[in-house]
């Protein structure tokens, strides 16, 4: 079952832009995670946020976690033409005990315009 | 270099033919997991194994089997393709299952 959806579906942006994509999910958290995957490619972990946090960054990567809105935000600031891929949000539930496993969002497609 | 390694890459089966995806992972990692990824649909889980010695049915579990067969190794067969079954399928492993994951490189099935 999906929880995660993100918001836009898809985005297209010049480069050297900030690109802004965002997260919901449905049930308590122990985590929400961003995953990156280029056209062809596996998925590749970008970034974790837990849910005692509310803002984390990695190089050019800022995420917010609103756990009263049960919503994350992904910006990218200064766009790269290397930047276009599909983004994905996941969650790992507060009750997941040894269930431990993802609950993915559909992505985001972000296309990065030279 | 260090991750998890699928194989093969590409496969194209015929109706009713059987075949096994291969899984291997070098980073000690306690979980490993079966994705199927189709247009549209985004990622789903088809089995997990939590820990060495487990398996458990993800979202889409039907038409598949599983076998854990140590901790580097989860592998991922098909008895009866379909073409239903034409996707492109993915292993992942992680430590605990809630830190993040790694991903193999994927297989891309088509069943006709």
């Known amino acids: 079952s999906q929880q995660g959806e993100e918001d836009p579906q898809a985005l297209s942006i010049q480069e050297g832009e900030n690109a802004t994509m965002n997260c919901s999910y449905k049930?308590?958290?122990?985590?929400l995670q961003w995953y990156r995957q280029n056209s062809g490619r596996g998925l590749v972990h970008l970034i974790l946020?837990?849910?005692n946090e509310r803002e984390k960054h990695s190089g050019r990567l800022r995420v917010t976690l609103d756990t009263s809105k049960k919503s994350s935000s992904l910006l990218i600031t200064a766009s790269r033409a290397a930047d276009t891929a599909s983004y994905f949000c996941a969650t790992v539930a507060t009750n997941a005990g040894n269930n431990r496993k993802l609950i993915w969002g559909l992505g985001t497609s972000l296309a990065v315009n030279p | 270099n260090a991750g998890v390694t699928q194989t093969p890459k590409f496969q194209v089966l015929k109706t009713g033919q059987s075949m096994t995806l291969q899984c291997a992972q070098d980073m000690n990692h306690n979980s490993m997991y079966w994705y199927r990824q189709d247009p549209g649909m985004g990622l789903r889980l088809i089995y997990y194994?939590?820990?060495?010695?487990?398996?458990d049915k993800g979202e889409v579990p039907n038409g598949y089997n599983v076998s854990r067969l140590n901790k580097r190794e989860f592998s991922l067969r098909l008895e009866s393709a379909a073409p239903s079954q034409t996707s492109v399928y993915f292993c992942a492993s992680s430590e605990t299952g809630i830190g993040g994951y790694t991903f193999g490189s994927g297989t891309r099935l088509t069943v006709v």
């Open positions: 946020i837990r849910s």
């Open positions: 049930t308590s958290i122990n985590n």
């Open positions: 194994s939590a820990s060495e010695g487990t398996t």
